[in-house]
C-alpha cells in the first residue's frame, strides 16, 4: 500500500503531462508534412505525382476527353513525393493534420482536365495544359505556334510510331 501512495505522489509532482487537445487547438510544428492537397488551375494532368505515390491515392483516369486526377486521401502515408514531383507546384502539403469524417466520400477531391485529340486517329492523348506547357517551354517567342510547330506534337504516339516506322522501313527498302 506504502508504494502506491508514493507512485500518487510522484505523479501528482509531476503536473499535467498530456495536452489539452481537442478543446485547444494545436499548432502544427514548421514544415510538417499534412493532408496533400492539390491547385486545381495549375494542374497539368501530367501523372507524376500518380506514379510516385507509395499508396497509390492518386489515380489518373482517361475519359473520352477528359482527364481526373483524384486523390483519396484515406490511403495518404504524408509522405510528400507528390509535391517534390510536381513540375508546376500543384501539389502542395498543407499543415492539415485532423482528417477523420463520417462519410468516406468526404475524403476525396478530384481535378477535371480537358484532353487533346490526335490529329491523325482521334484518339485523346494528352491534356490541353500538357500541351500549352510544352509549347511555352519548347517554343521561342518569336515562333507562331500554329503554323511553325511540327505538326507531329498533335499526333498521339502511337500515330507519331506508325510515321516513324513507315518512313524508316521505305528508307531501308530504298536505300
Same mark, same amino acid.
Given at each position: 500500500?506504502?508504494s502506491?501512495i &508514493?507512485?500518487?505522489?510522484?505523479?501528482?509532482?509531476a503536473?499535467?503531462v498530456t495536452?489539452?487537445y481537442?478543446?485547444?487547438?494545436l499548432?502544427?510544428?514548421p514544415?510538417?508534412?499534412?493532408?496533400?492537397t492539390i491547385d486545381g488551375a495549375k494542374?497539368i494532368g501530367?501523372?507524376?505525382?500518380?506514379?510516385?505515390?507509395p499508396?497509390?491515392?492518386?489515380?489518373?483516369?482517361d475519359a473520352?476527353?477528359t482527364?481526373?486526377v483524384e486523390?483519396?486521401?484515406?490511403?495518404?502515408?504524408?509522405c510528400?513525393r507528390?509535391?517534390?514531383?510536381?513540375?508546376t507546384?500543384?501539389?502542395?502539403?498543407t499543415?492539415?493534420f485532423?482528417?477523420?469524417?463520417?462519410?468516406r466520400?468526404n475524403?476525396?477531391?478530384?481535378?477535371?482536365?480537358?484532353m487533346v485529340?490526335?490529329e491523325t486517329?482521334?484518339k485523346?492523348?494528352?491534356?490541353?495544359?500538357?500541351?500549352?506547357?510544352?509549347l511555352?517551354?519548347?517554343?521561342?517567342?518569336w515562333?507562331? &505556334?500554329?503554323?511553325?510547330?511540327?505538326k507531329?506534337?498533335?499526333?498521339?504516339p502511337?500515330?507519331?510510331l506508325d510515321?516513324?516506322?513507315s518512313?524508316?522501313?521505305g528508307?531501308i527498302?530504298?536505300?
Amino acid at each position: 500500500m506504502l508504494s502506491k501512495i &508514493k507512485e500518487a505522489l510522484i505523479c501528482l509532482r509531476a503536473g499535467r503531462v498530456t495536452l489539452p487537445y481537442p478543446f485547444v487547438p494545436l499548432k502544427a510544428p514548421p514544415r510538417f508534412r499534412g493532408r496533400p492537397t492539390i491547385d486545381g488551375a495549375k494542374c497539368i494532368g501530367c501523372g507524376a505525382c500518380a506514379e510516385v505515390c507509395p499508396p497509390r491515392l492518386i489515380e489518373v483516369n482517361d475519359a473520352a476527353s477528359t482527364r481526373t486526377v483524384e486523390l483519396n486521401y484515406s490511403r495518404c502515408t504524408y509522405c510528400a513525393r507528390c509535391q517534390e514531383i510536381c513540375p508546376t507546384g500543384a501539389m502542395t502539403c498543407t499543415e492539415d493534420f485532423e482528417m477523420a469524417t463520417a462519410d468516406r466520400k468526404n475524403l476525396t477531391v478530384s481535378v477535371q482536365l480537358d484532353m487533346v485529340h490526335c490529329e491523325t486517329c482521334g484518339k485523346a492523348f494528352m491534356t490541353k495544359r500538357m500541351l500549352d506547357k510544352m509549347l511555352t517551354e519548347f517554343c521561342p517567342p518569336w515562333m507562331n &505556334k500554329k503554323i511553325d510547330v511540327p505538326k507531329w506534337l498533335w499526333q498521339c504516339p502511337q500515330c507519331r510510331l506508325d510515321k516513324t516506322g513507315s518512313v524508316i522501313e521505305g528508307s531501308i527498302k530504298n536505300g
